[in-house]
């Protein structure tokens, strides 16, 4: 399967190939007709019809619309001159291949367009959608602005809506980075810039960071992934996952997958007076204490800590991963839960889940399979002679 990978270009109002010679000349060749000083004001309907040009001249293809089924969005990070810069990515598939979609998660198209994939991981992972963008000028306090708005449209061909709030959220943060400063008597408006915008990519980065886990639990991801880890089907996506019951009869259900190193996924509950569903995103990391911990931030704002750890020795180091879930510094259950491979990931010899869990809390991967009735790990048995012996100390 061919794959391509595009990126919005402002000043063309369009998408183009990444890393593509015929392009990268054309905008070169704009960019000399234009002048540096107008290239960095970006957008102007001039500076497109020039670019535009240019990419024609050149060879080079540029799209206003990419179309596919939305399999993958997530978080990427890239190096440039010793600094790390985090992207956007969207995969979407069809028939003529795979379209990777990179954005700076910085720019207002990345942030416009993860209000929508918030909807349509939701209600459209999988299914097919088209991705734009437009360019529209407008004026703010006597000054002329041009806003990069993101369009996302549904299988019905209908606009997909933005999820409501995260740019008041993003908001509220740049507020409450902004104010230790502000108090001090700070006043420089390009640090304080500057922390807007960092604050802002910070934010949305995490919003983003969570549409993988959610489109894996309902069965979605690229065909590159599923046949790399050997699903063949989609919905059973190989996992390791958990069932935790809290006190109050909730159940508090954990899936999580490898992905660069690290174990990513959701937890998932019930709300027992609506019957709807909530799932929040986690990323393990060590907790210092030989173990590994998560916060998973559910939509209403609520807060809960996961933890994995290695469960009481017992006889023969037949150690399993137990699970806990806390809200604040209570544990939500009694008992804790145990972590288990599930049917599709059981069927993978040498699972990177496994070799996380081996190396982050030193059980045995193969702990991580049900083992069946009857025929748990058992002690060897006793030489006649112990047997003996112990039968005379009786």
Known sequence: MATRMMQRNNLADAFVLVNDE??????????EQIGDAEWKKGYSPENKAVVRDALKEHGARYEQTLKGNLVGAEVAETQANGETFRKLRVTLENEAGRTILSADMNSEFAQRLITKLDTATREHAGAEVSIGAFAKETERDGRAFVDHVATMKGPDGQEVPATPGHFEKAKERV????????DAGMGDKKILNQIAASTRESYFAEVAAGFTGRMVEQGVAPKTVANERGALQAAAFPALESGIRGRDGVWHNLSVYEKDGHLVGTLQRRDPETGNYEKAPVVFEPDGK???AAEAAYDGGEKLAVRLSRSEPTQGGFEKVDVRVFSGDQQIHEHPGRLRANEALQKIPDHREGKVIGQALGVDPKMLNPLPPRQAYKAPARSPEKQHAQGVQL
Request: glycine share 10%; net charge positive.
């Open 22 to 31: 015929q392009t990268n000349a054309a905008l070169k060749a704009a960019r």
């Open 175 to 182: 507020i409450a980075a902004q104010k230790p400063l502000l």
């Open 290 to 292: 030989g173990g590994l």
